[in-house]
């Protein structure tokens, strides 16, 4: 385990110095979510029927979105995809360390520290000026931060499938892409997941997006009682260990076919 820890903390330090890119980011993320806090204005202005969460809540949750983007497993390991392409991946095979683990470790610092560069910042900035409240009492707050870790643990799982795939189409562009928008539009990214048709909920609650962004937002903003918390992380825990399942059982099977370029 010590092993992988130091792997995680190499990483994430790596990560943390790229300090223009964040601020890139962040001024990107603070743009879109003013532009998607007005279109919910605009809505809930304009409705004149019940809307399952209110506008509040909704504006919450949309800067929640806006400062943890960086969780969400929709970008490519451009590091391990390389190592496919030109075979150095075979480097990575005898390392004495279990491959899964190793990938797994950097998928983790990989969501959590763009997320620490812009989070904090971005946070600040919402509560200050635009309108983001604080959690609805000290249980919601513990919650969310119980259920932002069942996050990254199930977001970091996804990546590194998505990583272990690379193995047979090499490039990943495809699956990434379909992957992302998925994770997207199914975790309530872009629209909270209440607003989706009743005849979907019960097929949003089953599958493991929601536990990435749906969930713990909810729970900040009190839609959700925080007495919900155990039952969701628990459930984000299920997730994750399934897909690392998958990922290994779908990494073994890579490593017995994958041919290095040359030989």
Known sequence: MRSYLAVFSARLRMLLQYRAAAFAGLATQLFWGLIRVMIFEAFYRT??????????????????????????????????????????VVYELVRPLDLYNFWYARAL????????????????????????????????????????????????????????SLMWTIAGEGIFQIVAACVV????????????PDWMQV??????????????????????P?????????????WTAALVGLGRLVLRRGIRRLVVQGG
């Not at 409240?133 to 000290?138: D, H, L």
């Not at 539009?185 to 872009?190: A, F, R, V």
Request: glycine share 8%.
């Open 47 to 88: 409705t004149t029927s019940p809307q399952p969460m209110n506008y509040a809540q909704v504006v919450d949750y949309v800067w929640l979105g806006q400062a943890l983007l960086a969780l969400l497993p929709i970008w490519m390991d451009t590091e391990v995809r390389a190592m496919m392409r030109n075979g150095t």
């Open 109 to 164: 610092a990989s969501r959590l520290a763009p997320t620490l560069l812009r989070a904090l910042p971005l946070g600040g900035l919402a509560l200050l000026f635009f309108g983001l409240a604080p959690p609805v009492s000290p249980a919601a707050g513990l919650a969310w931060l119980l259920t932002v870790l069942g996050a990254l643990l199930l977001g970091g799982a996804i990546s590194t499938l998505l990583n272990i």
């Open 226 to 238: 925080a007495a919900e918390a155990p039952a969701i992380f628990a459930g984000q825990l299920a």
């Open 185 to 196: 539009l199914l975790s309530g990214m872009i629209v909270p997941l209440p607003f989706f």
């Open 203 to 224: 097929a949003l609650k089953s599958l493991p997006f929601a536990g990435l962004v749906d969930l713990p937002f909810r729970l900040y903003t009190g839609h959700i």
